[in-house]
């Protein structure tokens, strides 16, 4: 054992160790002395009952023998097995032979046809008696081809048939009874045989009550002289060792002054800190990445959508509305570098309708305030720099494009387009600087969803497409009202937008489902408000080379 005992004196430290350490020897000495001296008393106290007990199992034990008159119960046990086995031998045959005549004498009680019996037909006297009826009988027929039957040699030979067929009924009778006595003969044997076996049992169950008796008597001998024995034994040891006690423990190692103070340990302490803190810190990051159920990255999208995903927006960082106009944005000298994520989007459209020269998209997502709008007033500047493109303002209950555009919000627009109150010119508006045109949302009518869900506004769009070599509409989110369902309808391909490390999947999920019920085709999904900087500490520059360049 190792003692340790901490004082403000390196010395007293020292010296108390020490005394502990001879203390627990000189205490431990003393037990060991008076243990010795307790356990001699108290074997000699138990010796004088254990012996009178052994003697009185002894006692017992040769008083059964004596009674019992035993002198060796296995031979005995021998004889009776042998006995019981031939007996039993005996009883299995006897049991035979009633059954065999039983069932003879139960043929014979049944019929009056003795004769077809094979056990009487083929006994040896019956056999003869048949003979000597074929004889005569056979000696008539010749008699009678020489002799009619009224001639006195026919009369004999007619005389002596029926003498032979009576000696041959008598024989038959003495088989019957010869058959009744071997019956009652073997049942005779068989109960006397199923006597003798019964009084076999019981002499070998009067057996086993002794044999159990004597072996419990024996054991118990046994288990006293076990017993005593082993106290006999401790006894003297005890008295040989009585005098004799030596040391069990010795101190190896005496405590020393101690030069340098055992606590506090600072640098343990720092370090434990540290790691706590390391920890700790790893905990929390953990856990606030498990409660994270937005989508991170582009593979999240996939992964977990099965939507092909189209590219990555860029997070913005404190701009005025100025720098929100999609044309400044899409500048060269741009600080978000925002033209390249938004032509990288634009290829991926293009490329899925490369055979049609027209094409409507639908620009939606989940919930508001996802960067909808601004996706699509982006997509539409970089599609007027290569097609004649028109940007449809089709969230009637919150517009936000053409507040992008620096257009006035109240000026006529699509609604007075589809209510016929206004023509395309004076709707239409163009953006020389943008290169492209705008439809906006116009008057606020009482009912979005009745308007948009109109013929006329089917035509719009129809008429609109065939003027247009390209056009984005900017709808409300599919989870906020069901405006977006239907314009989706005339749209010939649907760009879901998703903001990144905010939106829900539940929410995602469940628009997107909303879209398919309704036979949209959906082109992709854009990860709006992408963290370039987390992003290139996470996953590094060439991780997301594929969806745009980066900055660094």
């Known amino acids: 054992m190792n003692i340790r005992f901490e004082a403000n004196d390196p010395d007293l430290a020292a010296r108390v160790a020490n005394a502990i350490a001879e203390a627990y020897i000189h205490r431990n000495f003393e037990l060991r002395v008076n243990l010795t001296k307790d356990s001699a008393s108290w074997l000699t106290e138990k010796l004088g009952p254990l012996k009178t007990a052994l003697v009185s199992a002894e006692q017992r034990l040769q008083s059964f023998r004596e009674r019992e008159n035993l002198v060796d119960v296995e031979g005995v046990r021998s004889l009776i097995a042998r006995e019981l086995d031939e007996i039993t031998a005996d009883l299995v045959e006897a049991r035979k032979r009633r059954s065999e005549t039983e069932n003879l004498l139960m043929q014979v009680r049944g019929t009056d046809q003795w004769g077809s019996i094979p056990a009487i037909l083929n006994h040896r006297t019956v056999q003869e008696a048949n003979n000597s009826i074929a004889t005569v009988e056979k000696k008539i027929a010749e008699l009678s081809k020489r002799y009619g039957p009224e001639h006195p040699v026919m009369l004999a030979a007619q005389s002596e048939l029926s003498e032979t067929k009576r000696n041959s009924r008598a024989k038959i009778d003495n088989v019957l009874g010869s058959i009744q006595k071997d019956y009652e003969v073997a049942t005779q044997n068989e109960n006397a045989l199923t006597e003798s076996m019964e009084r076999a049992k019981l002499e070998v169950q009067n057996i086993n009550r002794k044999e159990y008796r004597l072996k419990e008597l024996e054991r118990e001998v046994e288990t006293n002289r076990k017993l005593y024995d082993t106290f006999f034994s401790r006894f003297q040891e005890a ?33 434990l800190t540290f790691m706590c803190a390391l920890m700790l810190g790893v905990f929390i990051a953990f856990f606030l990445e498990f409660l994270n159920n937005g989508f991170r990255n582009m593979d999240d999208v996939e992964r977990l959508l099965q939507v092909p995903g189209l590219g990555v927006l860029p997070k913005l960082e404190k701009v005025d509305d100025q720098d929100l106009d999609p044309v400044n944005l899409l500048k060269e000298d741009a600080p ?26 639908l620009i939606t997502s989940a919930l508001p305030g996802e960067g909808k709008s601004t996706t699509a007033g982006t997509l539409a500047v970089a599609m007027g720099q290569l097609k004649k493109v028109l940007l449809i303002e089709a969230d009637m209950r919150r517009p936000g494009v053409s507040k992008q555009f620096g257009v006035e919000r109240q000026r006529l627009g699509l609604s007075d387009l589809v209510a016929g109150t206004a023509n395309k010119e004076e709707c239409i508006v163009h953006l020389p600087e943008a290169k492209i045109d705008l439809l906006t949302a116009g008057q606020v009518p009482p009912n979005p969803l009745e308007l948009i869900s109109s013929q006329r506004f089917v035509q719009t769009i129809q008429q609109l497409d065939q003027e247009y070599d390209h056009i984005v509409i900017d709808s409300p989110p599919v989870n906020a009202v069901s405006d977006a369902l239907i314009i989706a309808r ?50 590094g520059y060439h991780y997301y080379n594929r969806y745009g360049a980066m900055t660094s």
């Not at 925002?338 to 490329?351: D, K, N, Q, Y």
Request: aromatic share 10%.
């Open 490 to 539: 005339q749209a010939d391909q649907v760009v879901f937008v998703v903001r990144a490390e905010t939106t829900a999947y539940n929410a995602v999920k469940q628009a997107i489902q909303r879209l398919q019920m309704g036979d949209v085709k959906l082109a992709g999904i854009v990860l709006n408000y992408f963290d370039l900087k987390k992003a290139s500490t996470y996953y």
């Open 336 to 361: 978000s570098d925002m033209g390249e994520f938004v032509r990288t989007i634009r290829s991926a459209l293009l490329f899925t309708r490369v055979d049609e020269l027209n094409s409507v998209t």
């Open 239 to 271: 008295n040989v060792t009585q005098d004799f006690h030596p040391f069990n423990a010795r101190i190896s190692d005496k405590a020393e002054v101690p030069i340098y103070p055992a606590k506090p340990r600072k640098k343990l302490i720092v370090v």
